[in-house]
């Protein structure tokens, strides 16, 4: 079983900062691909940042030049540094990881997701 937690959500004012946590925890012989999917109601999840094991990064057209993702393999973490937020940001913010299990096949788990609103 693979378990992947989220924290370090809240209520932010308008151009302020938030840091999102991730970790991947459980029977995990490597580690593909960490990211960040957000969630508004009525709307479709949307890709907000990829980071892979050869550390190459994606990001949203809506999160270039205001969002960093970083990962500490290690610790099997991911992080995603926002900045600049925008009203638009608020959503609830779903980590992924794409496990590599100890049967060799990758499979992709989700965290339970954890709340930003930027709000004045």
């Known amino acids: 079983q693979v378990q992947v937690v989220e924290s370090g959500g809240g209520l932010v004012q308008p151009g302020g900062s938030l840091r999102l946590s991730c970790a991947a925890s459980g029977s995990i012989v490597g580690i593909f691909a960490m990211g960040w999917y957000r969630q508004t109601p009525g709307k479709q999840r949307e890709l907000v940042a990829t980071i892979t094991s050869d550390s190459h990064k994606n990001y949203a057209d809506s999160a270039k030049g205001r969002f960093t993702i970083s990962r500490d393999t290690a610790k099997n973490t991911v992080y995603l540094q926002m900045n600049s937020l925008k009203l638009e940001d608020t959503a609830v913010y779903y980590c992924?990881?794409?496990?590599?299990?100890?049967?060799?096949?990758?499979?992709?788990?989700w965290g339970q997701g954890t709340q930003v609103t930027v709000s004045s």
């Open positions: 992924y990881s794409v496990v590599q299990g100890d049967s060799g096949t990758y499979n992709t788990y």
